[in-house]
């Protein structure tokens, strides 16, 4: 439990236990990993910033963007979490619908409606 045993096994027990310790989840609840996130400046030519399991990002036109996965999910019924700002350094926000325009195993698109803009800022998750 003090991780300084480094000579036995883990049990299955002790290492659901450590897991969840480590992640702050209690409960019995399912634990959901994140699969995949990006943050990225989508105005000019898009930038990633930080990401995880993402190759790319394509810029499609205005504030309209596919997020391009490293490795594949299984399917594509997963949940993404998206938030964008159209002003650099701002909590601010795009203003108008978000859509998540396609799902597929190997990407996701993400765009605003007609009166968008390109986002300053783009962040995304997914979870499976």
């Not at 979490?81 to 203003?95: D, I, M, R």
Request: charged share 10%; with cysteine; aromatic share 8%.
């Amino acid at each position: 439990n003090a991780a300084t045993d480094d000579a036995r096994f883990v049990t299955p027990l002790k290492l659901l236990s450590g897991l969840k310790n480590h992640l702050n989840v209690s409960g019995s609840a399912p634990m959901f990993a994140c699969r995949a996130w990006v943050n990225f400046n989508g105005t000019g030519t898009v930038a990633i910033l930080g990401s995880g399991n993402v190759s790319s990002v394509t810029d499609n036109g205005t504030s309209d963007y596919t997020v391009n996965f490293t490795t594949a999910m299984s399917d594509a019924k997963y949940s993404v979490c998206l938030s964008g700002s159209s002003t650099p350094g701002t909590n601010g926000q795009w203003y108008g619908s978000v859509e998540l325009f396609s799902l597929t195993a190997s990407n996701v698109r993400v765009k605003q409606d007609a009166t968008g803009v390109d986002a300053a800022l783009v962040c995304l998750a997914v979870f499976k």
